[in-house]
Structures are given as C-alpha cells and as structure tokens.
Nanobody, 127 residues
Framework: QVQLVESGGGLVQAGGSLRLSCVGS????????MGWFRQGPGKEREFVAT????????DYADSVRGRFTISRDNAKNTVYLQMNSLKPEDTAVYYC????????????????????WGQGTQVTVSS
C-alpha cells in the first residue's frame, strides 16, 4: 500500500523558516517525480514546487521562488521542502504528492498529474 507521510509543519513567525519532510512507503519512488502543494483557508489546492526523479529539474510557483527549496533523497524515499522568509500568506496545509502514471518521471505543476497524496501538515505563519 502506497503511503506518503508529511511532517515538519508548525507555527512560526514571519521571516522564520521550516523544513517539511515527506516519507514514502509501500514502494520506492526513486524513478518518480514528486511535488508539494498547499491549500490555504478558503482556497483551492495550489502548486508549490516539483522535482524530477533524479533532482535534475526543479520548478516553483512564482509566489515561493527564491524562498523555498525542494530536494529529495532517493535512498530514504523522502522529499523535502525548505521554507525560508516565511510570510503570513504562506499559511496553509502542505501536501506532498507523487506521480505514478503517465510521464511519471517528469516534474509537473499540475495537480491532476499526481496519483498519490499525503494527509498534509499544517504551516501557520504569524505576523
């Protein structure tokens, strides 16, 4: 059974940093692109960052580019999201996801390209 579990969320002041982790189980994801999305209060789930199977290509939403960094450790079946210079508008539940079907090794910013999702971790940034 494929499972993704996020951790690392919490309450932080504006300007602070957090590092999210997402550990996969049930199979290896070393050949699969992975991504981070977020859903703020009253908003739709939106793209944050994505990474190819080998980390060779990264992409970010304009709202986080230069502040957030996605990375992965295939030996640990884990993807990370380092978040710096956090802003109150970054407050959201953050989800990791993995592509299993289609061009699964390519990074994607499309929610519908991802097949499995974690339960999410809450990030709250106070002003």
């Amino acid at each position: 059974q494929v499972q993704l579990v996020e951790s690392g969320g919490g309450l932080v002041q504006a300007g602070g940093s957090l590092r999210l982790s997402c550990v996969g189980s049930g199979r290896t994801f070393s050949s699969n692109a992975m991504g981070w999305f977020r859903q703020g209060p009253g908003k739709e789930r939106e793209f944050v960052a994505t990474i190819t199977w080998n980390g060779g290509s990264l992409d970010y939403a304009d709202s986080v580019r230069g502040r957030f960094t996605i990375s992965r450790d295939n030996a640990k079946n884990t993807v990370y999201l380092q978040m710096n210079s956090l802003k109150p508008e970054d407050t959201a539940v953050y989800y990791c996801a993995v592509r299993i079907t289609g061009y699964y090794w390519y990074a994607s910013d499309r929610r519908d390209d991802y097949d499995y999702w974690g339960q999410g971790t809450q990030v709250t940034v106070s002003s």
